[in-house]
């Protein structure tokens, strides 16, 4: 068993955690039980290489981010605790294909793209309502499981990089936070942003969906954040020659300005 390992355990005697299902930079994640009532959960446990105060104050502010979020977009958090001095957080269980294993296939549809995105900015601007804003949009990130009748329905996970907007204090100091491929300018310079950081990740989103291609791509992340500051976005059929996409490449133009004033003002526009 590798150091920090959680299978087997029981957390505060409601939960049996079974698996491990996937590691981030803030914590790991589990499949659990919750105890008598024998329902599947998902259990994101602190990484024990990283218990600084600093760390543990973000992992609960996730928690009280999520907490607030009630949509059909956005993954529920159940509970909270912690386990042997390491907080854990118990969200609901969504069964179904992550995204990024969705787009190993290539790139999708235009309908089935558009309509993706359009879930991912439903549950956004719900968040965004919140005064909560994602900092982390990618496929990595969405969760597709299919409903009769509906077919793609979309579950927005991981709000571990969350920003209230209203947020005075330092927590995250001068570091910057976030996946270099979807970073907005202002994000990768680190200084004042807002909620229009995810409209640029949704756009870098959609580009990716229709082309099978990230618009901005380097040998390394300082490189490709080089190119999110200083070059201009590649037309989508610059990415996918052949294929017509009509006013999605405005849209997707629009979403990826450097300039956040230029981009759409909010998620429902």
Same mark, same amino acid.
């Given at each position: 068993?590798?150091? *920090?390992?959680?299978? *087997?355990?029981? @957390?505060?005697?409601?939960?049996?955690?079974?698996?491990?299902?996937?590691? $981030?930079?803030?914590?790991?994640?589990?499949? *659990?039980?919750?105890?008598? @009532?024998?329902?599947?959960?998902?259990? =994101? !446990?602190?990484?024990?290489?990283?218990?600084?105060?600093?760390?543990?104050?973000?992992?609960?502010?996730?928690?009280?981010?999520?907490?607030? /979020?009630?949509?059909?977009?956005? $993954?529920?958090?159940?509970?909270? %605790?912690? &386990?042997?001095?390491?907080?854990?957080?118990?969200?609901?269980?969504?069964? %179904?294909?992550?995204?990024?294993?969705?787009?190993? +296939?290539?790139?999708?549809?235009?309908?089935?793209?558009?309509?993706?995105?359009?879930?991912?900015?439903?549950?956004?601007?719900?968040? &965004?309502?919140?005064?909560?804003? &994602?900092?982390?949009?990618?496929?990595?990130?969405? !969760?597709?499981?299919?409903?009769?009748?509906?077919?793609?329905?979309?579950?927005?996970?991981?709000? %571990?990089? !969350?920003?209230?907007?209203?947020?005075?204090?330092? /927590?995250?100091?001068?570091?910057?936070?976030?996946?270099?491929?979807?970073?907005?300018?202002?994000?990768?310079?680190? *200084?004042?942003?807002?909620?229009?950081?995810?409209?640029?990740?949704?756009?870098?989103?959609?580009?990716?969906?229709?082309? #099978?291609? =990230?618009?901005?791509?380097? +040998?390394?992340?300082?490189?490709?954040?080089?190119?999110?500051?200083?070059?201009?976005?590649?037309?989508?059929?610059?990415?996918?020659? #052949?294929?017509?996409? %009509?006013?999605?490449?405005?849209?997707?133009?629009?979403?990826?300005? =450097?300039?956040?004033? =230029?981009?759409?003002?909010?998620?429902?526009?």
């Amino acid at each position: 068993m590798r150091r *920090g390992e959680l299978t *087997g355990h029981v @957390l505060d005697e409601r939960y049996r955690v079974i698996e491990p299902i996937g590691e $981030g930079a803030m914590g790991s994640v589990y499949r *659990g039980e919750r105890l008598k @009532l024998g329902r599947m959960v998902a259990i =994101k !446990v602190l990484n024990e290489e990283i218990p600084n105060e600093s760390s543990r104050e973000r992992f609960e502010r996730e928690a009280t981010a999520m907490a607030k /979020l009630e949509h059909p977009n956005c $993954g529920t958090v159940l509970d909270v %605790g912690v &386990h042997e001095g390491r907080p854990y957080v118990v969200m609901e269980f969504v069964s %179904g294909q992550n995204l990024k294993d969705v787009l190993k +296939a290539g790139p999708l549809s235009i309908a089935r793209a558009v309509e993706i995105t359009r879930q991912v900015l439903s549950g956004l601007s719900h968040a &965004h309502e919140h005064g909560i804003i &994602h900092r982390d949009i990618k496929p990595a990130n969405i !969760v597709l499981s299919q409903k009769a009748g509906v077919g793609d329905f979309v579950k927005i996970l991981d709000f %571990g990089l !969350v920003r209230f907007r209203a947020e005075t204090s330092n /927590l995250t100091g001068a570091m910057v936070l976030g996946t270099p491929n979807y970073m907005a300018p202002e994000q990768i310079r680190g *200084g004042d942003f807002d909620h229009r950081v995810d409209l640029y990740a949704c756009g870098v989103l959609l580009f990716e969906l229709l082309t #099978g291609n =990230k618009p901005f791509q380097a +040998a390394d992340p300082v490189a490709t954040c080089m190119l999110h500051l200083n070059e201009p976005p590649p037309r989508l059929t610059d990415r996918a020659s #052949g294929r017509s996409f %009509g006013a999605l490449e405005a849209v997707v133009a629009r979403a990826l300005e =450097k300039d956040r004033d =230029k981009r759409f003002a909010s998620a429902e526009e």
